[in-house]
C-alpha cells in the first residue's frame, strides 16, 4: 500500500482558499474581497512605480546570483530598521539591535517564535481576533498560544478595558504579540495614549513585546509616523522584538521581503541574539531572496526614491479610505438597518464587517463576493465600479 496512505485532506486556508475558490467562480460580477492585498480601481494588482523604476536599474547593473548571508543582506536589514525605528532610534545609534532578513513576515514570525522557544519562552498572547496564520505560526514553532481581549464585537470598537484586563492577568515574564498599526483583521488601533498604558502594563509584568509590523504606510496614510507605537515601546526601554513585512506597502507580495530585529542590552548581546537568530534560520531556509531585498534597498538608501514611496504607499492608502466612505454611504442610502460607521473607523487595509459567519455564507454563495468567515472585508478589492453591487449584497444579507 502507498506510503502516502494516511494523508488525510487538510481544509483549505481561510484566507488563500478564498482566493483560489474566486479564481474557480466563472460568475462575471464575481468579487474577491478576501486576501489582503492591493488593487487599484479597475482591480488589478498595483506595482508601485518607484518599484518598477528601481527594478530597470537592478537589470542594467547585471548583479550575480550568489548566495545571500544567513542574515541576508545587511544594507537592507540596516534600512529596514532605520525605517520602522527611525533614524533617531538610540538602541539603533548604539548598535544593539540584532537585525536579520528573513522570508517576509511570516518567516520572520515562524523564526522567532523557534527562537522563543528554544530559550525557554513557551508561551505567547495575542489578541483576539488576529491573523488568522499567526496560531498555526506560533504552534507550529512549539509554543502554546493563548489570546488577550482586544475588539468589541457589540458596539465594533476596540475593547481596550477588556485589553488592559486581560493583560495585567499574563503572568510575568510572557511574550505578548501587539500589532504596530492597522490591526488585521479588525481595522482598530489603541489611540497613541493607550499605547502608553499598554506600555506600561506591558513594563509593569516585565512582558516581552513582539511587534507584527505588516502595513507600515496602510494606517495613516504615511509610513513614517505609522510605526508610532513601537517607538514610543523602545523610547520607553522595552527590549522590543519586531516583524517586519514589505508585502503590502511595497507591493512586493510574491518577492518575500521582511525583516526580523531584537532589541538588546548592549551590542555584546545583540551579536549573541544575531548569533541564535541565524543558528534557526540555516537549518530552516538557509538564505533569504535577493531580489526583494535589492528592491527595497535601492528605494530606502535614496531620498526621493522614498519619498516617492511614501508617496505611492499613501495613495493606496487614500484609494482604500475613499471606497470605506463610499461604501458605507451607499449601505446607508440602501437604508440598512445596521450602524455602519465603523467602517469609516477602521484604519488599513481590512473592514471587520460584523458579518456573521451564515451572512457571509449567503454574500459568497448567492453573491459571489468572498470575504473571509470573521466577515473581514479586504477594503482593496473595493472599487468604484463594484462598490455598489457589493452594497447591495451586503444590504441583501444583512437587512
Ligand atoms: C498581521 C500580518 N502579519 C504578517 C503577515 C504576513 O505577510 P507576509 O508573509 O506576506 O509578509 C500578514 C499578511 N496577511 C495577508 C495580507 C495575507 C496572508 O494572509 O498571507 C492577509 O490577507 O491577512 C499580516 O496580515
Same mark, same amino acid.
Given at each position: ?7 488525510t485532506? %487538510? ?17 462575471p460580477? /464575481? ?5 489582503g492585498a492591493?488593487?487599484?480601481?479597475? =482591480?488589478?494588482?498595483?506595482v508601485?512605480?518607484v518599484?518598477?523604476?528601481?527594478e ?6 547585471e548583479?550575480?546570483h550568489?548566495? *545571500?548571508g544567513?542574515?541576508g543582506c ?5 534600512l %529596514? ?6 533614524? $533617531? ?8 539591535? %540584532? ?5 517576509? =513576515?511570516?518567516?520572520?514570525l515562524?523564526?522567532?517564535?523557534? +527562537? ?10 495575542i ?7 499567526? +496560531?498555526?505560526?506560533?504552534r ?13 464585537? &457589540?458596539?465594533?470598537?476596540l ?17 505578548? !504579540? ?10 482598530? $488601533? ?6 502608553k &498604558?499598554?506600555?506600561?502594563? +506591558?513594563?509593569? #509584568? #516585565? ?13 495613516s =496614510?504615511d @509610513? ?18 519586531? +516583524?517586519? *513585512?514589505?508585502?503590502?506597502?511595497m507591493?512586493l ?10 532589541? @538588546?542590552?548592549?551590542?555584546?548581546? @545583540? ?6 537568530? #541565524? ?5 530552516s ?17 535614496d531620498?526621493? /526614491?522614498?519619498? @516617492? ?5 499613501s ?12 461604501l458605507?454611504?451607499?449601505? &446607508? ?9 465603523h467602517?469609516? #473607523? ?6 471587520y464587517?460584523? !458579518? ?5 455564507t ?10 473571509t468567515l470573521?466577515g473581514?472585508?479586504s477594503?482593496a478589492?473595493?472599487?468604484s ?7 447591495e449584497?451586503?444590504? $441583501?444579507?444583512?437587512?
Amino acid at each position: 500500500q502507498s506510503p502516502w496512505a494516511n494523508f488525510t485532506q %487538510a481544509p483549505p486556508d481561510p484566507i488563500i482558499g478564498l482566493t483560489e475558490a474566486y479564481q474557480n467562480d466563472d460568475f462575471p460580477q /464575481k468579487v474577491n474581497v478576501g486576501v489582503g492585498a492591493y488593487r487599484d480601481d479597475s =482591480g488589478m494588482p498595483f506595482v508601485l512605480p518607484v518599484v518598477r523604476q528601481v527594478e530597470k536599474e537592478i537589470t542594467a547593473e547585471e548583479l550575480d546570483h550568489e548566495y *545571500s548571508g544567513i542574515a541576508g543582506c545587511p544594507s537592507f536589514v540596516d534600512l %529596514a530598521m532605520k525605517f520602522a525605528y527611525g533614524e $533617531d532610534c538610540v538602541p539603533l545609534l548604539e548598535g544593539r539591535i %540584532a537585525g536579520v532578513q528573513t522570508l517576509s =513576515g511570516t518567516g520572520g514570525l515562524r523564526v522567532f517564535g523557534e +527562537v522563543l522557544n528554544s530559550f525557554g519562552h513557551t508561551e505567547i498572547h495575542i489578541p483576539n481576533p488576529s491573523w488568522g496564520n499567526h +496560531v498555526p505560526i506560533f504552534r507550529n514553532a512549539g509554543l502554546d498560544v493563548k489570546t488577550y481581549s482586544y475588539y468589541n464585537k &457589540e458596539n465594533s470598537s476596540l475593547d481596550f478595558e477588556g485589553m488592559i484586563a486581560d493583560i495585567k492577568n499574563i503572568p510575568e515574564g510572557k511574550c505578548i !504579540l501587539l500589532h504596530v498599526c492597522a490591526h488585521n483583521p479588525t481595522g482598530m $488601533d489603541p489611540q497613541i495614549d493607550q499605547w502608553k &498604558e499598554i506600555s506600561s502594563v +506591558v513594563k509593569e #509584568k #516585565k512582558l516581552l513585546p513582539f511587534f507584527d509590523c505588516a502595513y507600515q504606510g496602510f494606517a495613516s =496614510g504615511d @509610513a513614517r509616523i505609522d510605526a508610532a507605537s513601537l517607538r514610543l515601546f523602545v523610547e520607553d526601554g522595552h527590549k522590543v522584538a519586531l +516583524v517586519q *513585512s514589505f508585502s503590502k506597502n511595497m507591493g512586493l507580495y510574491g518577492q518575500r521581503v521582511g525583516a526580523l530585529s531584537v532589541v @538588546a542590552d548592549s551590542q555584546e548581546e @545583540a551579536q549573541r541574539v544575531l548569533s541564535q537568530l #541565524k543558528v534557526h534560520i540555516r537549518p530552516s531556509y538557509s538564505n533569504p531572496p535577493r531580489h526583494g531585498a535589492r528592491i527595497v534597498q535601492k528605494i530606502l538608501s535614496d531620498e526621493q /526614491k522614498t519619498d @516617492a514611496f511614501v508617496e505611492q504607499c499613501s495613495s493606496m492608502a487614500g484609494r482604500i479610505n475613499s471606497m470605506r466612505a463610499t461604501l458605507k454611504q451607499t449601505l &446607508e442610502d440602501l437604508g440598512s438597518s445596521r450602524d455602519w460607521s465603523h467602517i469609516t #473607523k477602521q484604519i488599513g487595509m481590512f473592514a471587520y464587517s460584523g !458579518l456573521t459567519k451564515e451572512e457571509v455564507t449567503v454574500l459568497r454563495e448567492k453573491h459571489h463576493i468572498y470575504c473571509t468567515l470573521d466577515g473581514r472585508i479586504s477594503m482593496a478589492g473595493v472599487t468604484s465600479k463594484n462598490v455598489k453591487y457589493i452594497a447591495e449584497a451586503i444590504h $441583501d444579507v444583512s437587512k
